[in-house]
């Protein structure tokens, strides 16, 4: 929006949306508590979006109503994803154009944190400037808009998850930025014109009013943003705080007795004030009024200074290059409103922005703090001592069965029948539905690994078309016009993720091969184990009852006490796993992380909660399960003694009863059924393992389908404005084209910048400035 002579801001549009449903849906979800308990937060964060988006008047009401949603966004981020689900659609403001929509809570406040500083700009504008009061007031606002966009570029827009829109590149803020800046510092030149201050101090405020149009003018040249008739118009006023500059320096020098300086100065000032009417067609009737205005008084100045100078004073007029250089009274800077620095600071029961919304909900960084633990905790548990333990187990089996223990022993205990171990492990085998139960957890297995598969390779043909699209657009325009990285240059965190996760469909389908070749080596007597007791007693050959001696019932006795031994030692075994199980079951770490994250946001209210912040916490919480590692070791030492009582009574016994007649096809089919129990079980806790992996790779493999999704919709956009910038533009040149009057006239800022790289710069945005008028 343009006034006569200052220019505000235009507010960003968006669309309707309501954000309360996908919260609800997340928080039921996501957390443990019911969406029930946030039914009136819900329905304010609804209002309060409404009455901000629609707060389109410039109205310190509708400021207040900015601050309120900008702070409540601020405040949710730390309980809530920011890609949460909901589809913001903005409408860019400076120039005609088409929608923005991001499913990101940040995109959504960086458009309200812009209106906001639109809102400022316009609070100014709005502004009585012909009172003292009024012009306080302006460059108050002005510089509080230009707070805000400091604030949106380096806090908000830098921080965003996708390319930010036109408007909110760097480029394009930091114009507006030292626009808002200018405006005020004019504010600050007007009130000290109209209070009759001296010249000198005058020219000061001048030169640096004409600083930062400048600067403004320079970030525009490389935007390409803002519209046609800002750019004249900043240009303009650029040349005419130059030539103002100059003038009241003119001014001074007449009152010092400095004749030849006073009329340099004049001819500068001309000079510049002729540049900032090259682009009169394209400036409002109050600049170009001024222009002329200062142009008459700076030629009707100058032409008596001439006139005395040659008739009077014979004084030397010194080259533009021996002028001494204007100091800058710099009175402006950015200011960013506490109710965006220290918004979550301003929310409270009696705050200024209202309660904070959803407060009793337990913060999303808690929630991933919680999950991290959980993870560290498991890998630790199950890894480092479940693991280890059932590994040994595993091999004091293996050494058994290689043994011929237990059935060795069981055929010559109990020549007829079935033995009660053997039994009591046919009996477990039914009541768990045996073959019929592994069965049916392969098939939900599966399932999951399919789901999983299928949502990975999503993602995948994502990428590859993303790839596609990219190779055909580079082939078309060739790679000097077509100049970005590739896909996987661009994102390799991406793609490495595509390799890190297909090596775990990988290892798990090896893993899978592996449990269900030992199935299919054990299914015929799992299912022996499962059926009724007449085909188990056909399976099992009876042997006659023999005449044991002595000493081979020694030997059997001493064999039995020492495999009681093993089997009470593995006993306590699984009930230390079983207790150590439930011991994590109990280890419940949210409450500590909340009274961790509530001393956060008391002593610092507006620094975001991250996970990091627990670590300490976690270290001391897996310090608990320090016994349980340093059991291992007693665990390992006691079934070596074991293990070698059993070796040594085994010898003895197969010495003892050489020569006995023991039916070698009982010991066998009786070792058949232990081992295949044994495996019965190893398969079970695969299948265990592997519905609880594809359990939790689930997640991991949907947020990178997200992932991949933003990403190419992020290169879509990036790719629509690389063609765009291909397409070829013809410019015409103005007629008579940009004259040197305006550098002329910032001779001093030049000097005082460093000279010439300061003079191609404003160079290259003059010339860029009549391509642009054309």
Same mark, same amino acid.
């Given at each position: ?100 929509a991001e499913n990101n809570l940040q995109f959504e406040l960086a458009n309200i944190l812009f209106n906001m500083a639109a809102m400022y700009s316009q609070l100014a504008v709005q502004s009585n400037r012909a009172t003292s009061e009024g012009l306080k007031s302006a460059a108050a606002n002005f510089c509080q808009a230009a ?94 705080? =130059? ?5 009241? =320096? ?62 009077i004073y014979f004084s030397h007029e010194p080259a533009k290059s021996e002028l001494p250089g204007l100091d800058r009274a710099n009175m402006v800077r950015a200011q960013i409103p506490r109710e965006v620095s220290e918004s979550q600071a301003m929310l409270g029961e009696k705050g200024q922005l209202g309660q904070p919304l ?36 595993? %091999? ?43 069965? =049916? ?75 269900? %070749? ?78 961790? =994250? ?46 070698? %009582? ?129």
């Amino acid at each position: 929006m343009q006034t006569d002579d200052l220019v505000s801001i235009p507010f960003r549009r968006t669309n309707s949306v309501l954000v309360s449903p996908a919260i609800k849906a997340y928080i039921l979800n996501k957390y443990d508590q019911h969406p029930s308990t946030f039914s009136a937060d819900l329905r304010a964060i609804d209002v309060l979006r409404k009455e901000a988006v629609n707060a389109t008047e410039p109205h310190t009401g509708g400021l207040h109503k900015l601050q309120e949603y900008a702070a409540q966004l601020v405040w949710m981020s730390g309980k809530i994803p920011v890609d949460l689900g909901v589809e913001f659609n903005w409408f860019p403001s400076l120039q005609p154009g088409g929608e923005s929509a991001e499913n990101n809570l940040q995109f959504e406040l960086a458009n309200i944190l812009f209106n906001m500083a639109a809102m400022y700009s316009q609070l100014a504008v709005q502004s009585n400037r012909a009172t003292s009061e009024g012009l306080k007031s302006a460059a108050a606002n002005f510089c509080q808009a230009a707070g805000v966009i400091e604030h949106l570029k380096w806090q908000i827009a830098s921080d965003l998850r996708s390319v930010p829109p036109d408007e909110m590149e760097p480029a394009t803020l930091d114009s507006l930025y030292s626009l808002m800046l200018a405006q005020a510092q004019e504010c600050f030149w007007q009130k000290a014109v109209g209070g009759k201050m001296k010249d000198l101090i005058v020219a000061k405020l001048a030169a640096r009013v004409s600083d930062l149009y400048g600067e403004s003018g320079e970030s525009a040249y490389k935007s390409d943003r803002l519209p046609s008739p800002w750019v004249h118009h900043i240009n303009a006023k650029h040349c005419h705080f =130059a030539a103002a500059a100059q003038y009241r =320096a003119a001014c001074d020098a007449l009152e010092k007795r400095k004749y030849g300086e006073e009329i340099t100065r004049l001819r500068d000032s001309l000079a510049c004030v002729n540049e900032g009417l090259q682009a009169r067609k394209w400036l409002s009737r109050q600049v170009l009024a001024d222009l002329m205005g200062l142009k008459s008084r700076v030629a009707e100045d100058l032409k008596r200074a001439e006139h005395d100078n040659d008739t009077i004073y014979f004084s030397h007029e010194p080259a533009k290059s021996e002028l001494p250089g204007l100091d800058r009274a710099n009175m402006v800077r950015a200011q960013i409103p506490r109710e965006v620095s220290e918004s979550q600071a301003m929310l409270g029961e009696k705050g200024q922005l209202g309660q904070p919304l959803f407060a009793k909900l337990v913060p999303y960084s808690v929630h991933q703090a919680a999950s991290m633990y959980a993870d560290r905790r498991d890998r630790l548990v199950n890894g480092c001592v479940i693991a280890d333990l059932d590994g040994l187990t595993h %091999k004091m089996q293996e050494v058994l069965s290689g043994l011929g223990l237990p059935g060795s022993l069981q055929a010559l205990e109990k020549p007829l029948g079935i033995p009660p171990t053997v039994a009591s492990h046919a009996q477990e085998v039914r009541q768990a539905n045996g073959i019929h139960k592994i069965n =049916a957890t392969i098939s939900h297995t599966m399932k999951l690994k399919q789901d999983n598969q299928s949502v990975f390779n999503e993602g995948v043909d994502v990428l590859r078309k993303e790839a596609t699209e990219d190779d055909t657009a580079r082939r078309r325009f060739g790679t000097e016009q077509w100049q970005r990285p590739i896909g996987r240059e661009a994102q390799p965190s991406l793609y490495e993720k595509v390799d890190e996760l297909q090596s775990y469909f990988e290892q798990a389908n090896e893993t899978d091969v592996r449990v269900q %070749k030992k199935l299919r080596q054990c299914e015929s007597l799992v299912r022996l184990l499962g059926g009724s007791d007449r085909d188990l007693e056909d399976y099992v050959p009876s042997s006659r009852r023999a005449n044991l001696t002595a000493k081979v019932e020694r030997a059997a006795v001493k064999l039995r006490e020492t495999m009681d031994e093993w089997n009470r030692f593995e006993r306590r075994r699984r009930q230390k796993i079983l207790t150590l199980k439930n011991k994590v079951s109990d280890d419940d770490i949210k409450p500590d992380l909340l009274r961790i =994250a509530s001393q956060l946001e008391r002593e610092n209210p507006m620094q975001p909660i991250a996970a990091s912040h627990f670590e300490s916490l976690f270290d001391e919480r897996l310090r608990k399960y320090d016994p349980d590692l340093e059991g291992i070791r007693s665990e390992e030492s006691t079934q070596k003694q074991i293990l070698q %009582k059993i070796q040594d009574a085994n010898r003895e016994f197969v010495s003892a009863k050489r020569g006995e007649a023991v039916s070698k096809e009982r010991e066998a089919a009786l070792q058949n059924l232990e081992d295949a129990y044994i495996a019965y079980h190893e398969v079970l806790r695969d299948l265990d393992a592997g519905q609880t992996f594809y359990t939790q790779l689930a997640p991991l493999v949907a947020e990178f389908k997200d992932q991949c999704k933003e990403f190419a919709e992020t290169r879509k956009v990036e790719a629509k404005k690389l063609e765009d910038g291909i397409v070829p533009v013809t410019a015409k040149t103005t007629q008579g084209g940009c004259q040197a009057g305006c550098r002329a006239g910032c001779q001093d800022r030049e000097t005082s910048n460093g000279g010439e790289a300061s003079h191609d710069l404003v160079e290259r945005y003059a010339n860029h400035l009549c391509k642009r008028s054309s």
